[in-house]
């Protein structure tokens, strides 16, 4: 009835569609042209979702790169840290580790350079996730450190993420100092 009159309405408001042609208006064949412009409208979300999609993939990858000097580790520690390369490398550290990073939007925030995630590890497990840090890019600090199922870490990886967070810290600055020298310099 009216409802499926509505969503076709929608769909051929959604593609576009002469709203004056009294043709698109009250189509001879109601529920074959309800059923048509529904699937086009559907078919059109999925590829701009698609789209929309393929180039988040390559913003993070772009973000990502410019994040790899936070990779971490020195001989002799019984830790490391390891940078996401990929989306999917977020969503398989929240799926490990039975918490949200992977979805609620850290992948935007690390496109956006608010803030960026970091995987703590054992020296000896590079590949398996054990802790997920996220550091804020305004504030320079970590602002989320948690284990599995957001437990949170012992003390040792406390003091040891905060090493980190140091060398971070120092390099964010000396950058900053050469893009202030590289403003000076084109005046």
């Known amino acids: 009835g009216l409802r499926n009159y509505d969503d076709y309405l929608t769909a051929v408001h959604y593609l576009g569609l ?18 048509l412009r529904i699937n086009q409208m559907a078919a059109d979300k999925a590829e701009k979702d698609k789209q929309a ?4 993939d390559e913003d993070f990858e772009a973000a990502a790169a410019g994040y790899a000097f936070a990779a971490f580790s020195h001989a002799g520690d019984a830790y490391a840290i390891v940078m996401p390369a990929r989306r999917q490398d977020l969503t398989n550290e929240g799926n ?13 925030r690390m496109v956006k350079k ?10 000896d497990e590079l590949e398996k996730p054990f802790v997920t840090i996220e550091f804020n890019l305004n504030s320079e600090k970590i602002v989320q450190i948690y284990g599995d199922h957001d437990t949170r870490p012992s003390e040792d990886v ?9 060398y ?20």
């Open 168 to 187: 971070v810290q120092k390099h964010l600055r000396k950058k900053a100092k050469e893009k202030t020298a590289q403003l000076a310099a084109a005046m």
């Open 114 to 123: 608010q803030s960026f995630i970091a995987f703590l590890r054992k020296m």
């Open 53 to 56: 999609k393929r180039k988040l």
């Open 96 to 108: 490990a580790l039975n918490h949200c990073v992977g979805r609620m939007g850290y992948d935007v």
């Open 158 to 166: 406390i003091a040891w993420s905060k090493k980190w967070e140091k």
């Open 18 to 35: 002469d709203l004056n042609d009294t043709k698109v208006i009250f189509p001879r064949e109601f529920k074959r042209m309800h059923d």
